[in-house]
């Protein structure tokens, strides 16, 4: 789960997060 996290915030970072993508995460992070 940490690995999962750190790899798309790492993405993340490097791609920076457009707002619908940041929804997204949000949600499938409060769903785990």
Known sequence: M???L???MKSG???SFSTNDLER???FVVQL
């Open 25 to 27: 995460f949000r949600l």
């Open 6 to 8: 750190m790899t798309i």
């Open 2 to 4: 940490n690995i999962l």
């Open 13 to 15: 970072l490097n791609n």
